[in-house]
């Protein structure tokens, strides 16, 4: 399979720009995570030669696997659920966790942390389609006892997973909820927790997602090609 990478990451950055200023964003304030996941290391390299900056993975293991063989000077982000025994794998190693979604994976985080960590609080709003992921009647709950029981995980906004539909039109609601529970959110103004990061939007619905006020979008397959 002959993918232009390069051409791909030239042509959705001016998508996002187009969507952004459509609804009088900037589009500074949109990044991209280019998401990796089964892309092999020369793949993942040749996207950081075409202006990738960050790295989105989804299992451990990968991450582990591809951690020491990327040049340095990229962002890693974990946006797979992560299980709470594995986190001493890549503490060290992970930017940002999108998906932090119990009490038992903070308490991890805080523990191993040996500085702040970066986390995203993942919120299941379309319920059917992840197991995934906090409700959204529970989130400000959670936000505040997080931010209360585990100093070292610092809460930078939300994340969540929209379902596949044919009509990416259709998830226009789903991240509309999402951003109005962050706005929620940030106007209580708990001490420690920051609402600036929306990270939601992939391949199927990103343009959807940044005129809905995502702050960061996961790409994979409109970059390198179906997996
Ligand atoms: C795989 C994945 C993506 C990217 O999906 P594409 O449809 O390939 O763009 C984004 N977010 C999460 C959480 C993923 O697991």
């Known amino acids: 399979m002959n ?10 950055k001016q998508d996002i720009a187009a969507a952004a200023r459509k609804v009088n964003r900037d589009p500074a304030d949109i990044k991209l995570i280019v998401v990796t996941k089964t892309r092999d290391v020369a793949t993942i390299q040749e996207a950081i030669a075409a202006g990738a900056e960050r790295i989105g993975e989804n299992k451990v293991q990968e991450i582990q696997d591809k951690y020491d063989q990327i040049s340095s000077g990229v962002e890693w982000h974990m946006i797979g659920h992560l299980q709470t025994n594995k986190v001493k794998y890549i503490i060290d190693k992970v930017d940002l966790f999108h998906s932090l979604d ?6 991890e985080l805080n523990a191993r942390a040996q500085k702040p960590v970066n986390v995203l609080v993942q919120v299941n709003i379309s319920k059917e389609e992840s197991k995934f992921g906090i409700e959204a009647e529970a989130a400000i709950d959670f936000i505040k006892q997080v931010a209360n029981d585990y100093p070292m995980v610092k809460i930078k906004g939300l994340m969540t997973i929209a379902p596949y539909v044919d009509e990416p039109e259709e998830t226009r609601p789903i991240f509309r909820q999402l951003r109005t529970l ?3 959110i940030k106007a209580l103004a708990i001490p420690g927790v920051e609402m600036e990061e929306l990270s939601m939007g992939m391949t199927n ?6 005129e809905e006020g995502a702050s960061m979008v996961r790409i994979g397959t409109a970059i390198f090609g179906p997996r």
């Open 102 to 107: 119990r009490i038992s994976l903070a308490a």
């Open 3 to 12: 993918v232009d990478i390069a051409a791909n990451l030239a042509r959705i």
């Open 205 to 210: 619905d990103y343009l959807i997602a940044v």
């Open 182 to 184: 962050a706005s929620e």
